[in-house]
């Protein structure tokens, strides 16, 4: 039996593995952070036998909550993964797994590997849709890359999508490639009316570094990025002080942020009511995309999130809420579950990376519902 998490995003720490029945592990921390959560590594062991593994020290991870009625996802061939079922008792998640293949990966949710991402990249640029734009270099040295889809053009907006500034959030990579593969295709009748609007800017990853580290929340520095938008710097958040500066030179008139919500089974956004910028227009143009999102799909909901801001006291280290701000633009984020949508669940998957894609094509749906009003 042997247990490994050295490859990209693999993070996992052996206690105790002298007996398939009694396997004890703990996740590491994010660099320079409390912040741990995000698990990924590979068992091997022998077919047919029952291995029973628990994850410890859960009580002081980021979100003790996120374990509550969550089942582990599992894959043989990197490529299907399936839930299994697990229980949480306050600080140690258990389950159980009999081997049909001699080798099988465990994970927080679905790995969107670097590999992949740089797949996504090259993919792209061979659109005549789109342009691939470096905007500087991670900390570790990694591309800080963004795909920009539409022809520039007077009068059209700009819209920008961002995704993954929580490295484990992985969901919101599979959710960016949805909606980057519904612009570029040339058959679409959604994507070719918005491009005919709008021109869009797409990071499909801010944080590089801390994906491939196995990372939660932070980057290399060990800093949350979606609390760096105030005031970046290159040698603290260079992910975010890059961004920004595209953003004021190309300009904003809706901005997406997309992430995973690690305790709530929903799909939600969470909006920039208490910012000082906000108005009756903001308001409208929120409402708006929410009813055509909610008409798109029953994934969406707009009944449980988070706690609306009182007016004037938004966090504007937020991203969401700092460029909502800076642009007085429609900004969200959007959260998605790492359990599973409990309006519409599956118990063999929960909420997997199919249906993040697809709930990207579908927030293109709601983005053609407001695109002629992102300007007065």
């Keep these: 039996m042997h247990i490994s998490s050295q490859f990209d995003s693999g993070n996992i720490r ?21 912040f741990y959560q995000w698990f990924h590594f590979r068992l091997s062991g022998e077919v047919n036998q029952l291995h029973r593994i628990a994850i410890t020290e859960l009580a002081a991870s980021a979100y003790p909550k996120g374990w509550e009625q969550y089942n582990v996802l599992a894959s043989y061939d990197r490529q299907t993964w399936f839930r299994v079922d697990s229980d949480f008792d306050g600080d140690a998640l258990t389950f159980s797994i009999a081997l049909e293949q001699p080798q099988v990966y465990f994970a927080y949710f679905v790995p969107y590997s670097y590999e992949r991402h740089l797949d996504l990249l090259a993919d792209a640029q061979c659109s005549p849709l789109c342009r691939l734009v470096h905007l500087g270099e991670t900390l570790d040295g990694r591309d800080m890359s963004m795909l920009v889809i539409g022809e520039p053009g007077e009068g059209k907006r700009n819209i920008w999508i961002t995704a993954r500034q929580h490295p484990g959030e992985s969901m919101a990579e599979w959710c960016a490639e949805g909606i980057i593969g519904r612009l570029l295709d040339e058959q679409d009748g959604i994507a070719r009316a918005l491009l005919e609007q709008a021109v869009f800017y797409i990071v499909p990853n801010m944080n590089p570094d801390g994906s491939a580290r196995g990372h939660l929340r932070t980057n290399a520095a060990g800093a949350n990025l979606n609390r760096e938008w105030q005031t970046p710097t290159p040698e603290r958040s260079p992910e975010v002080y890059y961004v920004l500066n595209a953003m004021r030179e190309a300009g904003v008139d809706m901005y997406l942020d997309l992430h995973g919500d690690e305790a709530l089974p929903y799909n939600f956004v969470a909006g920039s009511e208490g910012i000082p910028a906000y108005s009756e227009r903001l308001k409208t143009l929120e409402e708006r995309f929410k009813s055509a999102l909610l008409l798109a799909t029953p994934e969406f909901q707009d009944e449980h999130g988070y706690a609306k801001d009182a007016p004037g006291k938004a966090d504007l280290t937020i991203a969401s809420n700092a460029v909502g701000q800076a642009f007085e633009c429609l900004a969200y984020t959007v959260e998605m579950p790492f359990k599973d949508n409990n309006d519409l669940p599956d118990p063999l998957f929960g909420w997997s990376a199919q249906r993040c894609q697809q709930f990207g094509e579908d927030l293109l749906v709601a983005t053609h519902a407001v695109v002629a009003s992102l300007r007065t």
Excluded: M, P
Excluded at 21 to 33: F, T
């Design 14 to 34: 052996v206690v105790r593995a002298e007996q398939c029945n009694d396997i004890v592990l703990a996740i590491n921390k994010d660099n320079n952070s409390d």
